[in-house]
């Protein structure tokens, strides 16, 4: 069971916008302390996709945003495209575990 | 831009020790990040290990601090990993990476990372 709770399964047609939600507690996203996200593609290792909430590192497409309220972030993908198949995990540092912790992660198919 | 390299026996046997070595280039170890281990069994998500500052102090999870050991080695810009008693249940694919951080957040970020090795603990 992991500290962060993201849905198993999203799915989107081509062109369209999904989100993925990421919810936590008060000792985590709540605290509170940043999420990150990472986009796992088959076979490899993450790539970081979203840091401090809401930032974009070089050479991610605009098409990703990140957001945080409260004990829930969420990451954004909009005009969906078949590369976007992956998987998504978010993470953040829980003060009761005194360690990063990350979310179950999440499939991404595209129809 | 930083890389890092994991390496290290593909097959440990249950009851022995995982061994591995996570070597850093294009950057110094020692700077202001953190350098984690994080693992991942097959078809599962993502567990964070532990993570040492190039001083030697270290961080672990709280459900692996008994068997786990993060060393740094600063004249070989790596730094490792063991992990004691292993079961079935150590087997994953392994990924060793930086945590870094920037002004004006609250927490690292893993970033970059290695490409993983996996170890399968098996008799």
């Known amino acids: 069971q992991s500290v962060l709770t993201q849905p198993p399964s999203v799915s989107g047609a081509p062109g369209q916008r999904v989100t993925i939600s990421c919810t936590g507690s008060?000792?985590?996203?709540?605290?509170?302390?940043?999420v990150h996200w990472y986009q796992q593609l088959p076979g490899t290792a993450p790539k970081l996709l979203i840091y401090?909430?809401?930032n974009r590192p070089s050479g991610v497409p605009d098409r990703f945003s990140g957001s945080k309220s409260g004990t829930s972030a969420s990451l954004a993908i909009t005009g969906l495209q078949a590369e976007d198949e992956a998987d998504y995990y978010c993470?953040?540092?829980?003060?009761?575990?005194?360690?990063?912790?990350f979310g179950g992660g999440t499939k991404l198919t595209v129809l | 831009q930083v890389q890092l390299q994991e390496s290290g026996p593909g097959l440990v046997k249950p009851s022995g020790t995982l061994s591995l070595t996570c070597a850093v280039s294009?950057?110094?170890?020692?700077?202001?990040?953190?350098w984690s281990w994080v693992r991942q069994p097959p078809e599962k998500g993502l567990e964070w290990i532990g993570e040492?500052?190039?001083?030697?102090?270290?961080k672990y999870h709280p459900s692996l601090k008994s068997r786990v050991t993060i060393s740094v080695d600063k004249s070989k810009n790596q730094f490792s990993l063991k992990l004691s008693s292993v079961t079935a249940a150590d087997t994953a694919v392994y990924y060793c990476?930086?945590?870094?951080?920037?002004?004006?957040?609250?927490?690292?970020?893993?970033?970059?990372w290695g490409r993983g090795t996996l170890v399968t603990v098996s008799s």
């Open positions: 993470q953040s540092y829980d003060s009761s575990l005194s360690g990063r912790v």
């Open positions: 008060s000792s985590n996203i709540g605290a509170p302390y940043d």
């Open positions: 294009g950057g110094s170890i020692s700077t202001t990040d953190w």
């Open positions: 990476a930086r945590q870094t951080a920037v002004a004006g957040t609250r927490g690292f970020w893993f970033d970059p």
């Open positions: 040492i500052y190039h001083s030697g102090s270290t």
């Open positions: 401090g909430n809401s």
